[in-house]
């Protein structure tokens, strides 16, 4: 018998009929004996229509009001799917974040987990009564209830399983687990039997929509097993686990993100002393502009050239910001293109390995696709690429690196 915490997004409770299969499902593992806590989502589209009726309202509202509103939608599903498991002869018993006491902080809108009173949910287990809670809720320290912010109802689920030293956190999704990039840009892209969290957390970052970043962050510094699974066709999903867990003939590379959301910003001979990144980029980060990819070359006259990435929808203010700034340094010129892409090659395996960046480049080359910037990291390697070659970009890359092809039997 095993203890599972069970996670159901928003589109696996889109609908009665929906709910019905995620009870069908919570009870097969009920019936084989296992206990089971449940967390779910709001009912899909339901947080977006909560969210316009209070900007309905008052679109400046403060974000405590804001909170009690939006979590509304998780405690109708949690009421919906315990009745489910009622009609389906199993005892079940919901809660809202408070009522458990999910306890967090004060930041509404975007608040954290501190802790969690298990007390609740392994009373329940003992006695055989399903406990159904509510995700991307909790409980601030003045009584008030508090979202963790959008996809906050996976971090929920990861950190009920530690809280309550789960066997394995189950994360269901419309997507049968983790593939080596997005099967509706490379058709022969593969789901992955298994992951590191590291890889996990890289590819959450870098594009991947499967989880969300603060849930696998959150599984890795608690090592709680994280598996994805879909909620529509049964099969065995992609395992999220320690690095130490993965076999040495596992894949060098083991997926590929993207992302269409880059635009680009060049300095040109800006003069080269202490100070002049900051100089540059302060103000960038001052109007709330993050930066992504950075990259200097230092002329051999004293001057460089300064090339940052930001998200296309800041590049306008962006670039307005950077040329008050350079017309301030002295600078050349102020160029940009709002047209840019980032593919990223993720793995583990290039940590032990050479050569992982000159097999990207020369199958790139070979595609006749330029390479626009550079940046690494230990087991990452991302490039930017004029927009237009973002699939080609990835469907190259998919088949130099053999990602189509299962990994040897061990």
């Known amino acids: 018998m095993a203890l599972i915490v069970q996670k159901y997004g928003g589109t696996s409770m889109g609908s009665l009929e929906r709910i019905e299969n995620v009870c069908n499902r919570v009870a097969s593992y009920i019936r084989q004996g296992h206990q089971v806590v449940v967390a779910v989502s709001a009912m899909s589209g339901e947080t977006n229509r909560l969210l316009d009726l209070a900007k309905g309202i008052n679109a400046k509202g403060s974000k405590r009001e804001f909170d009690q509103i939006l979590a509304t939608g998780e405690q109708v599903s949690i009421g919906l799917l315990a009745l489910a498991l009622e009609k389906a002869g199993l005892r079940a018993r919901s809660y809202t974040g408070p009522q458990i006491a999910i306890k967090t902080d004060d930041a509404f809108g975007k608040a954290r987990i501190q802790s969690i009173d298990t007390e609740k949910l392994l009373a329940d287990c003992r006695a055989g009564i399903v406990p159904v809670v509510a995700g991307f809720q909790g409980i601030a320290p003045d009584g008030s209830t508090a979202t963790l912010g959008r996809g906050g109802s996976d971090t929920t689920a990861v950190a009920l399983a530690s809280a309550l030293k789960a066997d394995e956190c189950q994360i269901y999704t419309d997507v ?235």
């Open 176 to 410: 049968d687990g983790v593939y080596t990039t997005d099967p509706r840009v490379e058709p022969k892209a593969r789901r992955l039997e298994k992951i590191t969290f590291e890889e996990m957390l890289e590819l959450a970052s870098l594009g991947s929509k499967v989880l969300q970043i603060r849930s696998v962050e959150f599984a890795g510094k608690y090592k709680v097993p994280l598996r994805v699974l879909s909620s529509f066709k049964d099969g065995d999903g992609t395992l999220i686990t320690l690095e130490e867990h993965m076999n040495l003939e596992d894949p060098l590379i083991s997926g590929i993100a993207f992302s269409r959301d880059e635009a680009q910003i060049t300095v040109t001979d800006v003069p080269d002393r202490p100070g002049i990144a900051a100089a540059i980029l302060g103000p960038v980060g001052d109007a709330n502009i993050e930066v992504d990819m950075i990259v200097q070359n230092i002329g051999a006259d004293g001057a460089t050239d300064f090339t940052f990435t930001v998200n296309r929808g800041d590049y306008e203010r962006a670039l307005e910001i950077t040329r008050g700034v350079a017309s301030e340094l002295n600078a050349r010129a102020v160029s940009g293109a709002a047209d840019m892409a980032k593919v990223s090659l993720v793995g583990v395996g290039m940590r032990n390995h050479a050569g992982v960046a000159s097999q990207m480049f020369k199958a790139l080359a070979a595609a006749g696709i330029n390479i626009r910037m550079v940046s690494t990291s230990e087991i990452k390697i991302s490039v930017v690429v004029d927009e237009m070659y973002l699939e080609l970009a990835v469907r190259t890359l998919h088949k130099a690196f053999g990602l189509e092809n299962p990994p040897a039997a061990a």
